[in-house]
Nanobody
Framework: EVQLVESGGGLVQTGGSLRLSCATS????????VGWFRQAPGKEREGVGC???????TYVDSVRGRFTISRDNPHNTVYLQMNSLGPEDTALYYC?????????????????????????????WGEGTLVTVSS
């Protein structure tokens, strides 16, 4: 079965760093884009960023320059490196995978389209890992 398992969440102080991992299995990893999404308590889910099957990335404005998404294809794993964390980053972080053929605009790059990684294009979701940033 398809599985996406996040890990690496925890408590970190403002200004600190954390790296989340998303270990995947059960689908053809190279045919999928993978995204990170987050949901803070009492707020709606929002996108963080995505990485395409050819390593093109996109980020929302609030994390651009602080967060970096990468993928390790031999291990079917995606990472979210988070730096300069603030309390506004406190949330349950999810990874999700969607077919690259559906996320058509992602490989065009942000210079052309800006952030473009709709959550509705994602087929598979993990259970999330909690990140808490103390002030």
């Amino acid at each position: 079965e398809v599985q996406l398992v996040e890990s690496g969440g925890g408590l970190v102080q403002t200004g600190g760093s954390l790296r989340l991992s998303c270990a995947t299995s059960g689908f053809v990893f190279g045919d999928y884009a993978v995204g990170w999404f987050r949901q803070a308590p009492g707020k709606e889910r929002e996108g963080v960023g995505c990485v395409s099957n050819n390593n093109t990335t996109t980020y929302v404005d609030s994390v651009r320059g602080r967060f970096t998404i990468s993928r390790d294809n031999p291990h079917n794993t995606v990472y979210l490196q988070m730096n300069s964390l603030g309390p506004e980053d406190t949330a349950l972080y999810y990874c999700a995978a969607g077919p690259q053929r559906v996320l058509i605009g992602l490989n065009l790059g942000e210079s052309t389209l800006g952030y473009n990684c709709p959550s509705n294009d994602m087929d598979y979701w993990g259970e999330g890992t909690l990140v808490t940033v103390s002030s």
